[in-house]
């Protein structure tokens, strides 16, 4: 029940093959590269092979990632997936595919101040929760952002962003199934989000707070579709 630790920008599989790993956590770690360095930088290419990340636990993804070869990604987790930036003082992070992707987790959810970009344009996304989970309670985070651009979007499983935004856009359909739950809630949690200095507040990022983070759930697409049992939260608390 150890570890997997992948440090790279690109996830990348030979032609045909399906591969699975599974692991008691999961680590994606995009690798940042210098501005002004002669590395490559990594780009989407399509292809005809499977890769399946498993985590008896959690999952988490920081950084740039883009697939290459890949038709068909599953990230599946038994507890969350967390969205994180690059690093402490980059509040960014992305993953593109020219694949479908199937995600599978207890709850996905941005970090705090992050906005994390999966776009996987005219593929699918399907988003779910295990069998046999329970709901989590919602995460220690505030102010991310979430945004998913597919064909066609299928959100059944939980997606937080606390004091944030989630973006599902998607060029044919968005579904949200039943039982899911879409929130930017913060569950009457108080959030830690900034520092005070010098009389002022400040967010993670350094910049002068002056109000708190917005809250938005955007679903745009030609057909959206918010099944019976779904549920979307947008109340206040924190």
């Known amino acids: 029940d150890g570890t997997l630790t992948l440090a790279s920008r690109s996830l ?5 093959q399906a591969v699975k790993i599974a692991a008691g956590q999961v680590v994606m770690r995009g690798i940042r590269v210098d501005s ?63 694949g479908d992707l199937a995600i599978e987790a ?3 959810y941005p970090g705090t101040q992050t906005r994390f970009e999966i776009d996987a344009s005219g593929r699918d996304v399907r988003i779910s929760r295990p069998d046999g989970v329970g709901t989590a309670e919602s995460p220690l985070s505030a102010g991310g952002q979430l945004v998913v651009d597919a064909a066609t979007i299928t959100q059944g499983g939980t997606v937080r962003a606390p004091q944030g935004r989630i973006e599902l856009r998607g060029t044919e359909s968005v579904t949200l199934g039943a039982g899911s739950q879409t929130s ?37 697409a030609p057909e959206v579709t918010v099944s019976d049992g779904a549920s979307v939260h947008l109340g206040g608390g924190g």
């Open 36 to 98: 002004g360095t002669q590395v490559p930088v990594p780009v989407v290419r399509e292809g005809t092979a499977a890769l399946d990340l498993q985590s008896r636990g959690g999952m988490l993804i920081s950084g740039d990632w883009v697939t290459n070869g890949i038709d068909q990604l599953g990230l599946r987790a038994q507890g969350d997936l967390m969205l994180q930036g690059a690093s402490s003082t980059v509040f960014s992070g992305s993953l593109a595919t020219a």
């Open 106 to 108: 207890r709850q996905v």
């Open 12 to 16: 990348a599989v030979q032609p045909d």
């Open 184 to 220: 930017v809630s913060a569950a009457g949690l108080v959030l830690p989000y900034g520092n005070s200095a010098g009389g002022r507040w400040l967010a993670p990022d350094r910049t002068v707070i002056t109000a708190t983070p917005g809250k938005r759930v955007d679903l745009q």
